[in-house]
């Protein structure tokens, strides 16, 4: 029996097999849920199918997460599937590569407003869509991904981490309006891992050298540890956690230089 034994799960956000949403499926997989990805255009569509045939996933449809009518038509497809959902991992973020360099205060308005949208609105759309499906589960478990950016000014992440600000506050609010329904609400603050969207951020090294030569257990993270994570707070082990921003960095967060 894994810890998330036939729990239906849809993960948002599986890009390539670095992606970390890549890494959760994968250990949702191994831990007993069914789980249904989504993909972003034809592009993606034909990195993604392989990597769900790997797990047994069901590929449940596009979503681009700026699309009202694919939200639909994924949560309806979901609906119509399974007649419920219990567990979402939303692990999508966009920023433009000249706003992940150099100076944040040149940022305009239009990157601004769309970085925004993609990476902190796009969770409370998907919430909302997933709630009539939780509630008929009786309850639920949302995940979303982010960075110490958000709460701490790390050269170059600029744009980003003003929009994981957000994301993380998104997740306090949602966790109020959804904890009545006995849907938890969590964000997983992952260290850097190397992956599609990490490559646009400008010296990303040193951020990965920072923590491996600083952090308490003075190594990276392993990717497949934010699986790991995901898969307990998402689980009904972490039955009493919510509204929460939890560390999966080897500690580096807690140190002060
Ligand atoms: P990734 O593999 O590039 O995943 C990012 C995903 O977001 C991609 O699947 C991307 O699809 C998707 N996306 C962007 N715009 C979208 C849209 N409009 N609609 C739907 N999907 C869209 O990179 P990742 O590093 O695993 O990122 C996953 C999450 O982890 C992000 O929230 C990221 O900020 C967070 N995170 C990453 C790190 C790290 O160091 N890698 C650390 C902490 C947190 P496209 O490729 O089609 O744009």
């Not at 810890?3 to 890009?15: E, F, M, S």
């Not at 966009?94 to 970085?115: G, I, K, M, Q, Y």
């Not at 998104?170 to 969207?197: E, F, H, M, Q």
Request: hydrophobic share 45%.
């Amino acid at each position: 029996m894994g810890i998330v034994q036939g729990k239906r799960a849809l993960v948002v956000g599986v890009a390539n097999d670095k992606s970390l949403a890549w890494q959760i499926a994968q250990t949702l997989a191994k831990e007993g849920a069914e789980v249904a990805l989504t993909y972003q255009g034809e592009v993606l569509e034909k990195r993604v199918r392989p990597l769900a045939a790997q797990i047994d996933a069901t590929v449940i449809g596009e979503l681009d997460v700026t699309n009202d009518a694919q939200i639909e038509s994924v949560f309806a497809a979901l609906k119509e599937k399974w007649g419920g959902l219990d567990l979402l991992v939303h692990a999508v973020a966009f920023a433009e590569r000249e706003n992940l360099r150099d100076r944040f205060l040149t940022v305009s308005r239009e990157n601004f407003a769309r970085s925004m949208e993609i990476s902190a609105y796009s969770l409370v759309a998907l919430a909302r869509a997933a709630e009539p499906l939780m509630e008929a589960c009786g309850g639920g478990s949302i995940i979303t991904l982010t960075y110490l950016g958000a709460v701490r000014a790390i050269p170059n992440y600029n744009m980003m981490g003003v929009a994981k600000a957000a994301l993380e506050a998104c997740v306090r609010y949602l966790s109020i309006d959804l904890g009545a329904k006995n849907i938890r609400v969590n964000a997983l603050s992952a260290g850097p891992a190397r992956t599609l969207s990490s490559s646009a951020i400008r010296d990303f090294h040193t951020m990965t050298h920072q923590v491996e030569e600083r952090s308490p257990l003075r190594r990276g993270m392993k990717p497949e540890e934010v699986g790991t994570m995901a898969a307990a707070v998402l689980s009904d082990f972490s039955s009493g956690v919510t509204g929460q921003t939890i560390y999966v960095d080897v500690g580096f967060n807690i140190m002060g230089f």
